[in-house]
T-cell receptor, first 112, second 114 residues
């Protein structure tokens, strides 16, 4: 079945640093999604990518849909304390837009 | 507008019991999906309902079931609970017309099975 390999598993960074995380798959995805989950909350959609090669920004966040459709990355610039949380990549299963396959998540810790 | 509401937020059950979790989607959203989140397996799709019909089902045993009502509210039930069913159960709603994969998640119901 479709699986998403997300890395790194965790990151400890200093406030102000840039962050990069990525997701790869052995299968093609037609949509790539990036979610963030805060403690005690459900995941919240950060960025949605619908086209191979697409580069999309949302404030300090930038995500790209890989040309091969088998990978995506998320960058966070100038990290701040509220960036702490778990970041998930996700993609819809073929033929079912709302049945998402999620990556294992990247736990981000921002040190003051 | 109000977000996705899940009840209860926390519950403790013992093995063999059954549990019912409730989800109220965002007003106007007609699709409700359920996911199980555990430290070991991560986020896994359980099932999706639209117009009171199950549209998709993940790879979970028959002990996991759900339903959707005419007002789009949904419930999921787990029977004969096992220790491994301890998890955060997340409900997500979407407005099915467009917006591929744009799910709006609730805060979840955290189930502990003793």
């Amino acid at each position: 079945g479709q699986q998403l390999n997300q890395s790194p598993q965790s990151m400890f960074i200093q406030e102000g640093e840039d962050v990069s995380m990525n997701c790869t798959s052995s299968s093609i995805f037609n949509t790539w999604l990036w979610y963030k989950q805060d403690p005690g909350e459900g995941p919240v959609l950060l960025i949605a990518l619908y086209k191979a090669g697409e580069l999309t920004s949302n404030g300090r966040l930038t995500a790209q849909f890989g040309i091969t459709r088998k990978d995506s990355f998320l960058n966070i610039s100038a990290s701040i304390p509220s960036d702490v949380g778990i970041y998930f990549c996700a993609g819809p299963r073929s033929g079912s837009a709302r049945q998402l396959t999620f990556g294992s998540g990247t736990q981000l810790t921002v040190l003051p | 507008k109000a977000g996705v509401t899940q009840t209860p937020r926390y519950l403790i059950k013992t093995r063999g019991q059954q549990v019912t979790l409730s989800c109220s989607p965002i007003s106007g959203h007609r699709s409700v999906s359920w996911y199980q989140q555990t430290p070991g397996q991560g986020l896994q799709f359980l099932f999706e309902y639209f117009s009171e019909t199950q549209r998709n089902k993940g790879n979970f045993p028959g002990r996991f079931s759900g339903r959707q009502f005419s007002n789009s509210r949904s419930e999921m039930n787990v029977s004969t609970l096992e220790l491994g069913d301890s998890a955060l159960y997340l409900c997500a709603s979407s407005y099915i017309a467009g917006g591929d994969g744009e799910l709006f998640f609730g805060e979840g119901s955290r189930l502990t099975v003793l």
